[in-house]
């Protein structure tokens, strides 16, 4: 398996609305993160989780709260989320050993926020 | 931190054409320069990548060439088709706990 899956892959929540996102992937990567894309910009990382620890916080607002219950498992909760927040969520892995690796992208949640 | 800087924002060539995106980096401690193309609606997929002990490598009708003195890398397309319009972003990592850094973007539009 070289995938990382996200699902849902389409979500419409309203600003009072509390929901998940969800990453998995089976390649024994042990870093993971999280990314929001807007339109014709690039992805700007949110978390990091390095051996399912939280390892970099951008700065993110708390209505973002991720989480890893595993090695191939990573969480982001939504809640109180504003139209602002609406944007494509990736998700996506790599090797987490002294060398450099490339990330593999899931093919991301598109948020919707009404 | 590591700032990375992309040129063109924007590309259009004719099919057949060759293509060529730039990217500089500000951290000389980068060793690793990955290249990503995402279509529209798509995840940023790796298409190349380089390690700073490599000066060029190549796959097919791509390259990426890197010249860590001047510290920029550089993507070619040669061939150009259609289902290369995408766009790419360039990256650059050092090893160690922190995440790739981004370029802002190149649209490559190839007219048929």
């Known amino acids: 398996d070289t995938e990382v899956t996200q699902t849902p892959k389409h979500l419409v929540m309203g600003m009072t609305n509390k929901k998940s996102l969800k990453c998995e992937q089976h390649m024994g990567h042990r870093a993971m993160y999280w990314y929001k894309q807007k339109a014709k910009k690039p992805p700007e990382l949110m978390f990091v989780?390095?051996?399912?620890?939280?390892?970099i916080n951008e700065s993110v607002p708390s209505r973002f709260s991720p989480e890893c219950p595993n090695s191939s498992l990573l969480n982001l909760h939504l809640h109180a989320l504003q139209p602002e927040d609406s944007a494509l969520y990736l998700c996506?892995?790599?090797?987490?050993?002294?060398?450099?690796?490339?990330?593999?992208f899931g093919s991301g949640t598109r948020l919707t926020v009404v | 931190g590591e700032n990375v800087e992309q040129h063109p924002s924007t590309l259009s060539v004719q099919e057949g054409d060759s293509a060529v995106i730039k990217c500089t980096y500000s951290d000389s401690a980068s060793n690793y320069f990955p290249w990503y193309k995402q279509e529209l609606g798509k995840r940023p997929q790796l298409i190349i990548d380089i390690r700073s002990n490599v000066g060029e490598k190549k796959d097919q009708r791509i390259a990426v060439t890197l010249n860590k003195t001047a510290k920029h890398f550089s993507l070619h397309i040669t061939e150009t088709q259609p289902e290369d319009s995408a766009v790419y972003f360039c990256a650059a990592h050092r090893s160690g706990n922190t995440p790739l850094v981004f370029g802002k973007g190149t649209r490559l539009s190839v007219i048929a």
């Open positions: 996506a892995s790599s090797q987490n050993r002294g060398q450099s690796y490339g990330y593999t």
């Open positions: 989780y390095s051996y399912e620890k939280l390892s």
